[in-house]
Structure formats: C-alpha cells, structure tokens
C-alpha cells in the first residue's frame, strides 16, 4: 500500500521557523524528482521548491532564501525548512513524489502521482 505523510506543521508567529517531514511507504523516493506544493484558502495549489534525483533545487514560489528543501534517501524522507515565515506562507503543504527524475516547471503539480494529505501551517502576524 502506497502511503505518503506530511507531518511538522503547526501555529508560528511571523519571523519563526517550522520544520516539514514527509516520509513514504510502498514508493521509494530514490532515483525520483520529490517535491513540497502548498495551498492557501481561496487559492490555487502552486509548487513550493523541488528537489530532482541528483539533488538540483528549484524553488518555484517566493520562498528562495528561506526555505531549504533536503531528502534523505536512505530514510526515504523529505524535509522543508522553513525560516523567517511571513503570515502569506500560510497554507496547507503538501509533499508530492513525481514519475521522473527531474523537476519539472513551475505549476500546481497536476502531473505528479504520488501525493500525502497535507499539513497545515498557520503564520500569525
């Protein structure tokens, strides 16, 4: 059975730091392009920062600088830290594993088959 969690999120207040894990089961994530994904209310779903199989970063949202995407293979895990959060960072964050090797560009990530059920993260101001 293919399982995908998110877990980390929580209620910061704007300048904190969260750490998001995500682990997998019945997949792996080696040899594959992972990636985080978050969506706020009222909002459509937009890609976060990917990480292809060779370990390339492409962040995709307003994030660069502050958040640091990293996977460790050998635990099949993913991680997101995130640093000096900002209230429009509120969203829930979702972890998705695509079918290549390579991030592929910007968007909602329609075409990756392997998503978790999203944890919530709230940044107060």
């Known amino acids: 059975q293919v399982q995908v969690v998110e877990s980390g999120g929580g209620v910061v207040q704007a300048g904190g730091s969260l750490r998001l894990s995500c682990t997998a089961s019945?997949?792996?994530?080696?040899?594959?392009?992972v990636g985080w994904f978050r969506q706020a209310p009222g909002k459509e779903r937009e890609g976060v920062s990917c990480m292809s199989a060779f370990g390339r970063i492409t962040d995709y949202a307003a994030v660069k600088g502050r958040f640091i995407i990293s996977r460790d293979n050998a635990k099949n895990r993913l991680y997101l830290q995130m640093n000096s959060l900002k209230p429009e960072d509120t969203a829930m964050y979702y972890c998705a594993k695509y079918s290549g090797d390579f991030c592929v560009a910007a968007g909602p990530g329609n075409d990756y088959p392997y998503w978790g059920q999203g944890t919530q993260v709230t940044v107060s101001s």
């Open positions: 019945g997949l792996t994530f080696a040899g594959y392009a």
